[in-house]
Nanobody, 117 residues
Framework: QVQLVESGGGMVQAGGSLRLSCAASGSTFSSNTMGWYRQAPGNQREFVAAVTRFGARNYADSVKGRFTISRDNAKNTVDLQMDSLKPEDTAVYFC???????????WGQGTQVTVSL
């Protein structure tokens, strides 16, 4: 059974940094695309960043140049380094795994990120 567990959320002032981590189990991690999404109150869940099994990275325009996604296939983890945080980055951040075999999506439970002025 696939399980994704996020960690690293918290509160930070604008301009600060946080690093989120997602630990995966129950699947062949190295074969899957991993991504981060976020959902602010009253908003739909939106794409933040993704990294394919080949290491190709993709970012939402709103976070380009500030966020960096990385994966460690040996540890089955995917991290999101968030720098120069803004209040509009405040949201619950979710880790997503897309299975290369079934194309099914799996989600973590989410971790709260709050950026204050």
């Amino acid at each position: 059974q696939v399980q994704l567990v996020e960690s690293g959320g918290g509160m930070v002032q604008a301009g600060g940094s946080l690093r989120l981590s997602c630990a995966a189990s129950g699947s062949t991690f190295s074969s899957n695309t991993m991504g981060w999404y976020r959902q602010a109150p009253g908003n739909q869940r939106e794409f933040v960043a993704a990294v394919t099994r080949f290491g190709a990275r993709n970012y939402a325009d709103s976070v380009k140049g500030r966020f960096t996604i990385s994966r460690d296939n040996a540890k089955n983890t995917v991290d999101l380094q968030m720098d120069s945080l803004k209040p509009e980055d405040t949201a619950v951040y979710f880790c997503k795994m897309t299975s290369a075999i079934s194309r099914r999506d799996y989600w973590g439970q989410g971790t709260q990120v709050t950026v204050s002025l």
